[in-house]
């Protein structure tokens, strides 16, 4: 984000000054401060990014909120919907931009496929797969941790239901799921996922112990659209989208590039210029608001073996 043409990075704080100022050393940050509310007390810092563990991000978003800061919390925004409500009503009372940093939102190649798949590129759209996975069994990783609010569906499951909602340009009805859990960390390791939008149906895997992989596909009763990298994109070649009519087919496979680009700037610039032009920002609370509800219901389903409505 120190990149961004509509931001600058000025201050950086930690929970020690010692560990702030290392940081902004490294950085080349003007400014370092060993607390939290240091930072939301410096009157020349008009935004917050958050990027603090699952299980912290309601209160410090909270409470840069009440100190009148805009705040770019990272994925997932909190763990409930009551808790995204709660924000909602706050960001209201403080009249603050608050969005949820999916990054892949404002890269131009979802920006694009959604474009194309609206205008009917694929036909008739009805079907969305997924895949995202990772190996990592560090019982120290805040990502196993289930009190840090860890598991596999709250790191990368959110991606797939994020895109997912994106492309249909609505909420999952109900959702079905089989999840599995770590026996030591009794965090979520392994789910599949079937969600029944009032347009179609979306189905994905993802796991926290396997090959690291990750692809989108999105399926019209003409063509097919494959996301190369979809959530991971690199920052030092083209992204690139893939459009086929089958493959039975031997028409030639259609292939768009995208210009290199840093998904973190793009978003950076685009949390900004909402609130230099006082427009909505790119995730909305109301969009949170509709994932983790999603994944409320998937994390349900897990554990009933039956289908549950996604109820915000």
């Given at each position: 984000m120190q990149k961004c043409e509509y931001a600058e990075i000025t201050a950086i704080s930690s929970r020690n000054l010692e560990s702030a100022k290392k940081a902004a050393t490294e950085l080349n940050i003007p400014k370092a401060y060993g607390s939290y509310e240091e930072l939301f007390d410096d009157p020349e810092i008009d935004a917050i990014y958050n990027p603090l563990p699952n299980h912290m991000h309601l209160e410090w978003t909270e409470k840069a909120i009440r100190a009148g800061k805009h705040v770019l919390c990272e994925k997932p925004l909190v763990l409930t919907t009551d808790e995204v409500k709660q924000l909602m009503k706050l960001r209201d009372e403080f009249s603050v931009k608050v969005g949820e940093a999916f990054m892949v939102h404002t890269h131009p190649q979802w920006v694009d496929?959604?474009?194309?798949?609206?205008?009917?590129?694929?036909?008739?759209?009805?079907?969305?797969?997924?895949?995202?996975?990772?190996?990592?069994?560090?019982?120290?990783?805040?990502?196993?941790?289930?009190?840090?609010?860890?598991?596999?569906?709250?790191?990368?499951?959110?991606?797939?239901?994020?895109?997912?909602?994106?492309?249909?340009?609505?909420?999952?009805?109900?959702?079905?799921?089989?999840?599995?859990?770590?026996?030591?960390?009794?965090?979520?390791?392994?789910?599949s996922v079937l969600m029944e939008f009032p347009s179609g149906q979306a189905s994905f895997h993802v796991s926290t112990q396997l090959v690291p992989y990750q692809r989108m596909s999105f399926f019209g009763d003409k063509k097919r659209l494959d996301i190369e990298i979809p959530f991971n994109a690199p920052n030092n070649k083209p992204c690139r989208l893939f459009i086929n009519e089958g493959i039975f087919s031997q028409v030639k496979e259609e292939e768009i590039s995208y210009p290199v680009c840093d998904q973190y700037q793009v978003q950076g610039d685009a949390f900004s210029r909402a609130i230099l032009e006082d427009t909505e920002v790119p995730v909305p609370l109301e969009n949170s608001l509709g994932n983790i509800a999603t994944i409320q219901a998937v994390l349900r389903a897990g554990k009933s073996g039956k289908w549950e409505d996604v109820v915000k």
């Open positions: 496929a959604v474009k194309r798949i609206g205008r009917g590129k694929l036909g008739k759209f009805k079907i969305v797969q997924g895949f995202f996975s990772y190996y990592n069994v560090d019982e120290n990783n805040i990502r196993n941790i289930k009190e840090y609010g860890g598991g596999a569906m709250w790191d990368i499951g959110c991606y797939p239901i994020h895109t997912s909602r994106f492309v249909f340009g609505d909420d999952p009805v109900r959702v079905a799921a089989q999840v599995s859990y770590d026996p030591k960390f009794d965090t979520d390791i392994l789910s």
